[in-house]
Nanobody, 127 residues
Framework: QVQLVESGGGLVQAGGSLRLSCAAS????????MGWFRQPPGKEREFVAA????????LFGDSVKGRFTISRDNAKDTVYLQMNSLKFEDTAVYYC????????????????????WGQGTQVTVSS
């Protein structure tokens, strides 16, 4: 069992930046590929970014490419989502997710591929 706790959300003006953190506990963090998803108000959950166990493979959703970065620190059992040039439409609850994998390069974009989820952190971008 992996426990995931997101932090770093809040209210920010359009054009601003936020960094989300997701702290993992309970299992060996480096055995898990990680992902970030978000759910805007009244909409379905959508893929934001994913990172492999090694950090060498990274994927982004089309709507955040060039603005968001994802990274992980396996020594701190934490994955980060740096969000720059925020837009009103980035407003959502952001979730981190984990899936155990033997592959150092595996990443996943579908929420169904992830086994563990955090409770989410609210990000609100004012226009």
């Amino acid at each position: 069992q992996v426990q995931l706790v997101e932090s770093g959300g809040g209210l920010v003006q359009a054009g601003g930046s936020l960094r989300l953190s997701c702290a993992a506990s309970g299992r060996t963090f480096s055995n898990y590929a990680m992902g970030w998803f978000r759910q805007p108000p009244g909409k379905e959950r959508e893929f934001v970014a994913a990172i492999s166990r090694s950090g060498g493979t990274i994927l982004f959703g089309d709507s955040v490419k060039g603005r968001f970065t994802i990274s992980r620190d396996n020594a701190k059992d934490t994955v980060y989502l740096q969000m720059n040039s925020l837009k009103f439409e980035d407003t959502a609850v952001y979730y981190c997710a984990a899936v155990r994998t033997l592959s150092y390069d595996f990443t996943a974009q579908r929420s169904s591929e992830y086994s563990y989820w955090g409770q989410g952190t609210q990000v609100t971008v004012s226009s």
